[in-house]
């Protein structure tokens, strides 16, 4: 049987990405991450689809020579449609419909937050269906029922800010640089949760990240008048305690999913997902709960064409292509 070759692309964000996908492995994975956003302490949109129209074509171009194909070989090309920056989101689809239209072959469009969860796919052992998994990112905060490959239901979801917005807004409060979160988990590693913010009371799965925001504000503003020096002193305690915090809100919800579905299938993706303390604590629910946890590997947490890739590539088992008319969808829901 002739082997199945796709491309993948991604661009919803500040990282462009190519992969090779054949027969539903992963070839070859290709970052160019954009650091110029660091000077602003967050995503400049503008800036974000330029970098992404110099990047996008030696991307996919190291991708393809990685995998050690040629571009002939490819059958099909996957790309993110939504959700994201807009302007982003149009270079990687109009890069993609041009190439599917050059060489003649389908154009398979992806939802960059299912595609975190079926990131899950790219390396054994695979998650069993129905499964949950809990979706955290810069942009969103989900807890999605994924009943198959193409069928999964949100079923609790953040009703201000994201889960890694509420590191990086804390970080930003601290003085980190962007993106905060990553910087807050290594600092959190030499410290400790002595420092208590407020939980939110919300009695569904949803969650709400905006009191814990407000809380460390004040929090800080108030030390501060106390010690100026207070935030360089302690600020392994500090982040520790913040990480602590968010991680305890996400967790808390978790097992609550867990329980009224009945569902011992878990994982976790997205962004914060790379979170150590999220991970350590995952595992130990896992264990004390009897649940079957998958933690995505680091390369498969942040933003990555691989997961766009494996994504296209159930779509192309079943045929389910996207014609040239499809726009780019910054708020694109399941
Ligand atoms: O999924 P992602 O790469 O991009 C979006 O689709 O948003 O997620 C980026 C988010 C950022 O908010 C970043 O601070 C957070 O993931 N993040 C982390 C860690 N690594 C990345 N948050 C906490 N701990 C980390 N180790
Ligand atoms: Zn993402």
């Known amino acids: 049987m002739r082997a199945n070759i796709l491309l993948a692309i991604e661009s919803s964000c500040d990282d462009s990405s190519a992969s090779i996908i054949i027969n539903g492995e992963v070839k070859s994975n290709v970052t160019a991450t954009q650091e110029v956003h660091k000077e602003y302490g967050g995503v400049v949109p ?14 996919v171009a190291k991708a393809i020579s990685i995998a050690g194909i040629a571009k002939n070989d490819i059958q099909a090309v996957g790309v993110t449609r939504g959700p994201g920056l807009l302007g982003s989101l149009i270079v990687g689809l109009s890069f993609a419909k041009g190439f599917a239209l050059a060489n003649d072959i389908p154009l398979i469009e992806v939802n ?14 695979f998650p069993e269906f129905p499964f949950l998994c809990l979706t955290v990112s810069g942009g969103h905060t989900q807890i999605v029922l994924v009943k198959d490959y193409h069928e ?19 970080g930003k409060m601290m003085g980190l640089d962007y993106p905060a979160g990553p910087i807050i988990d290594k600092l959190a590693k030499e410290g400790k949760a002595i420092y208590e913010f407020g939980i939110p009371k919300i009695e569904n799965l949803d969650f709400s990240f905006s009191g814990l925001k407000t809380s460390i504000r004040y929090f800080l503003r108030d030390r ?16 520790c305690s913040i990480q602590t915090s968010i991680v305890n809100i996400l967790m808390a919800k978790l097992k609550r999913a867990a329980k009224e579905t009945g569902i011992s299938e878990i994982a976790i993706a997205g962004g914060v997902s790379a979170n ?8 130990r629910c896992g ?7 998958y933690i995505p590997k680091f390369e498969y947490c942040t933003d990555n064409a691989a997961m766009i890739g494996i994504s296209a590539y159930y779509k192309f088992l079943v045929k389910d292509f ?3 008319e499809i726009t780019p969808a910054a708020r694109l829901k399941f």
């Open 224 to 239: 501060i008048k106390e010690n100026p020096d207070f935030i360089e002193q302690e600020k392994e305690n500090i982040c």
């Open 46 to 59: 503008e800036v974000a689809s330029r970098s992404h129209e110099v990047n996008i074509i030696p991307v």
């Open 287 to 293: 264990l004390k709960h009897g649940w079957t946890t």
């Open 152 to 170: 999964m239901e949100v079923i609790g979801q953040t009703l201000d800010d994201a889960a890694g917005e509420a590191f990086d807004k804390s």
């Open 112 to 125: 960059h937050m299912q595609a975190h969860i079926l990131a899950h796919f790219a390396e054994k052992p």
């Open 322 to 324: 996207a014609n040239q």
């Open 276 to 283: 150590s303390f999220l991970r350590t604590e995952l595992e």
